[in-house]
């Protein structure tokens, strides 16, 4: 971790990522995802999801270098040390985003998921695999 992903998104895709967050010694443990529209980390942001384990989570989007509206939510469906199953799904106007099965979060798109080139997976978060599956769910 980090982990990068080049990518093409459209409707109907789907972002498989199965992990397990590090032990909670670590102050305040993360898990981060992050869907850039171009190969570099100073690019913009279509979907940021941060959760910050045991707390919250906001999902916000980066444009032109700014940080937009974030959406705070405090139900956190991750445990330290236990596997988790996370699934974002590319929908025509949101990322739906299931958790073990569990719909959990939409997040309205505000650049399009066409733009997306790069996925980001980070923090304290130990990764079993990342993939994108382009077909149906």
Known sequence: VPYKL?????????VIIKGTPIDSSINEPQLQVDFYTEMNEDSEIAFHLRVHLGRRVVMNSREFGIWMLEE???????????????RIYVCHNEYEVK?????IYAFVH????SYVKMIQVWRDVSLDS?????GRR
């Open 6 to 14: 080049p990518v093409s998104l459209s409707v109907g895709s789907c």
């Open 72 to 86: 705070n939510l405090h139900y956190v469906p991750f445990e330290d040390g236990k596997p988790f199953d996370l």
């Open 99 to 103: 958790v073990n099965g569990e719909y």
């Open 110 to 113: 505000r650049i399009p998921p």
């Open 130 to 134: 990342v993939l994108v599956n382009n």
